[in-house]
């Protein structure tokens, strides 16, 4: 049987921990053990100030600070910094809209690429933002379809020949962690002549990632996950540069155009990344991003990963331990290299567990229809979290609490 280690040892591998003091820079409530900042990253003290300095900004310089702080070129140099975190090098990155609005750009001017293509392959267990997208790319353009991972054959690979002009795929699956191999996937799109488009929402900030050298053509992703650029954070858009010349995404707005202030009649696209841009965007959020990302630059990757991969081995491990009898069913892989930095388990009551598991400090999320989601965030979350949060769950199990009926009123957001 595999082992498990005591309180003692837990404690050993806090103080061995090389990223232990980053968590003095975020702020956690007392008593909160936060287990979802795969969902929604924690505030730290490099974002509060930086909205500080940003109120200064507006209200002191109002309509100067575009050009004295910099706001206008914000979208460009904070894609860039999110570039290393993803690697990408300068010019193929920029911050703007949501990711969905981003998918909306992305995946139109890629099938625009593809003229004589009509197939977008995606995964039936895909985030459902991304289909929902893509059916609304599919309605503006005709004889379009779509081959569904899950549904129209069981692997992906499959369903990519050569009727299919793109590949949308999610990086990290936001419902069991599973962490697909960029550059195998990337390669075989590219072998049957399909583009390929990832979603990063959940692998930005969590683990390592080589756009460039996996030769990727687009990526999407937001910042309010692991980058912990605070709710509703703008998101980004990654276009290799080789493309950037043939590129035309469909909302051609005046902050895409390559002379915004010349205000010309008709739409000139940048000739850059900056085309992806559409309007005026929301620099409070961006702001507020600029402090987030400044956190990234005392930190590695690899080290991240290396303390994602431990932590979630330990939480499986625990819960596999302490909680054998009450039938929860691993639904990550179980090898951490094929796992991106959240932990799975479905259990036929997980919404009543997780509300009591919540009432009592300890917040992961539920998805829809089984699942408990546990996220793991390195740069706070320590291994004596992992531990409390386990000891909660054998108690929340074994008394039975999550039985009770308050834990099951359901709510807007799970
Ligand atoms: C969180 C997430 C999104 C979110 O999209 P928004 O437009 O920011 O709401 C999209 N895709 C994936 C895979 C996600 O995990």
Request: with cysteine; aromatic share 8%; hydrophobic share 45%.
């Amino acid at each position: 049987m595999k082992h498990s280690p005591d309180f003692a040892e837990i404690k050993a591998m806090d103080k061995a921990d090389p990223l232990r003091a980053m968590r003095d820079q975020f702020i956690l409530p007392e008593g909160v053990i936060y287990l979802d900042g795969n969902s929604l990253g924690a505030a730290s003290a490099a974002v509060l100030q930086s909205l500080q300095e940003a109120t200064q900004e507006w209200s002191q310089d109002l309509i100067k600070s575009w050009n004295k702080a910099g706001w206008f070129e914000l979208p460009l140099v904070l894609g860039d910094r999110i570039g290393q975190l993803i690697g990408a090098a300068r010019g193929q990155v920029v911050v703007c809209d949501t990711t969905s609005s981003n998918l909306y750009k992305v995946l139109h001017a890629a099938l625009a690429m593809r003229p004589d293509r009509s197939v977008i392959v995606a995964e039936g267990g895909s985030f459902p933002t991304d289909l929902y997208v893509a059916e609304g790319v599919m309605s503006v353009l005709s004889g379009k379809s779509m081959r569904l991972e899950g549904v129209d054959a069981p692997d992906i690979e499959s369903l990519i020949d050569e009727s299919v002009a793109v590949v949308l795929i999610n990086h990290v699956n936001y419902k069991t962690g599973e962490l697909r191999d960029m550059a195998a996937l990337t390669q075989k799109a590219h072998d049957a002549g399909a583009l390929i488009i990832w979603d990063l929402c959940h692998s930005a900030g969590a683990l390592p990632v080589h756009l460039d050298e996996a030769k990727a053509d687009f990526a999407v992703g937001c910042t309010y996950k692991y980058l912990n650029g605070g709710p509703g954070a703008p998101a980004f858009i990654y276009a290799a540069q080789h493309l950037q010349g043939q590129i035309r995404q469909p909302l051609s707005g005046w902050w895409g155009h390559a002379r915004p202030f010349a205000f010309e009649q008709t739409y000139d696209a940048s000739a850059g990344i900056g085309q992806f841009l559409c309007g005026t965007q929301p620099i409070l959020s961006i702001r507020a991003l600029k402090g987030a990302l400044s956190i990234w630059e005392q930190v590695d990757l690899q080290t991240v990963r290396q303390k994602s991969i431990a932590l979630t081995d330990l939480f499986i491990n625990l819960v596999e331990a302490k909680c054998a009898d009450y039938g929860f069913e691993l639904e990550s892989n179980r090898n951490g290299q094929k796992r991106g930095s959240q932990v799975s388990f479905s259990h036929a009551n997980s919404y009543e567990i997780m509300q009591a598991l919540i009432a009592r400090g300890v917040i992961g999320d539920f998805r829809a229809p089984s699942s408990m989601r546990f996220g793991f965030t390195p740069l706070y979350t320590s291994y004596e979290d992992v531990w409390q949060a386990v000891q909660v769950l054998e108690d929340v199990m074994k008394s039975g609490v999550w039985r009770d009926a308050q834990y099951a009123v359901r709510t807007a957001v799970t």
